[in-house]
T-cell receptor
């Protein structure tokens, strides 16, 4: 089956620093990946759509200069939270669309729990 | 625009009881897919089922069953003889022509021993 990994699974950083989260499709090539954010006791909210070789598309209200997305290869997308603040503490989940399917399938990574102190 | 509504925020049952989680959706697309995911405390989403809009057959998988009714735009999920390990947050989700997933707000299910 399609497997998506995320690294790190958990990260703690100090306010003002930047942190990078990696999302990899392990056994398929993903031209499109998605980044979601989930605050405690809330649902998953789409932050941005990442397309290989082009700029990411951000959802309304998501600061593109704060959440930098790079999709430089068909198996890797990265999310960098720049100048992180405590309010950025959240659970970040990526998913990858399998181009070999109908286009409706997304496979989710295990998530990254970010804590900003 | 598409929308998924899970009106039940929290449900608590005693082990071995049956429980139904409701999901109502809105979309203008004729082709779409509906999903249910389980999210245990670890946070990782566990895929449970995918249903396309042209397949209204109900499905049963072990203790899990799903009732898809286009006439009422509902895709309800029933757990029979619930177990403590079923305790988790369950999300219903929809993907349509824009190929973007929209999640419901989730239902926290607690199964008490």
């Amino acid at each position: 089956g399609a497997v998506v990994s995320q690294h790190p699974s958990r990260v703690i950083c100090k306010s003002g620093t930047s942190v990078k989260i990696e999302c990899r499709s392990l056994d398929f090539q993903a031209t499109t990946m998605f980044w979601y954010r989930q605050f405690p006791k809330q649902s998953l909210m789409l932050m941005a759509t990442s397309n290989e070789g082009s700029k990411a598309t951000y959802e309304q209200g998501v600061e593109k200069d704060k959440f930098l997305i790079n999709h430089a290869s068909l198996t890797l997308s990265t999310l960098t939270v720049t100048s992180a603040h405590p309010e950025d503490s959240s659970f970040y989940i990526c998913s990858a669309r399998d181009p070999g399917g109908t286009g409706y399938e997304q496979y989710f990574g295990p998530g990254t729990r970010l804590t900003v102190t | 625009a598409q929308k998924v509504t899970q009106a039940q925020t929290e449900i608590s049952v005693v082990e071995k009881e049956d429980v139904t989680l409701d999901c109502v959706y809105e979309t203008r697309d004729t082709t779409y897919y509906l999903f249910w995911y389980k999210q245990p405390p670890s946070g990782e989403l566990v895929f449970l089922i995918r249903r396309n809009s042209f397949d209204e057959q109900n499905e049963i998988s072990g203790r899990y069953s799903w009732n898809f009714q286009k006439s009422t735009s509902s895709f309800n999920f029933t757990i029979t003889a619930s177990q403590v390990v079923d305790s988790a947050v369950y999300f219903c989700a929809l993907i349509g022509s824009a190929r973007q997933l929209t999640f419901g707000s989730g239902t926290q299910l607690t199964v008490l021993p």
